[in-house]
């Protein structure tokens, strides 16, 4: 399975982005789908997270209301809808893919994840 993500850039606080993220994989609809990001100087962290099915996902609390995941599996592709951007979500987003089911409590933890995009840069300015 290969990962490329896109849609990064500047964008003023309180500003919008999508993010997406291309995968290969005829079994793309059965992955588990998820984003995280890195910070400059910080450890890399979850973001939000999304069932094969799409009926299930998972959010850090710092972006729940703000950010939205989805899928198109006609597409092979996730998106990460980012409103009311803030300065504290710069960083680098990596989309991440697991090729089996995932329990709840895992959908937020890397090592659930076997593959990853290159990622791609946020930068929200204040």
């Known amino acids: 399975v290969q990962l490329q993500a896109s849609g990064g850039g500047l964008v003023q606080a309180g500003g919008s982005l999508r993010l997406s993220c291309a995968a290969s994989?005829?079994?793309?609809?059965?992955?588990?789908m998820a984003w995280f990001r890195q910070a400059p100087g910080k450890e890399r962290e979850f973001v939000a997270a999304?069932?094969?099915?799409?009926?299930?996902?998972s959010y850090a609390s710092s972006v729940k209301g703000r950010f939205t995941i989805s899928r198109d599996n006609a597409e092979n592709t996730v998106y990460l809808q980012m409103n009311s951007l803030k300065p504290e979500d710069t960083a680098v987003y990596y989309c991440a893919a697991a090729d089996r089911g995932l329990i709840f409590t895992s959908l937020g933890a890397e090592n659930s994840y076997s593959y990853w995009g290159q990622g791609t840069l946020v930068t929200v300015s204040s």
């Open positions: 994989g005829r079994t793309f609809s059965r992955y588990t």
């Open positions: 999304l069932r094969w099915s799409g009926s299930t996902t």
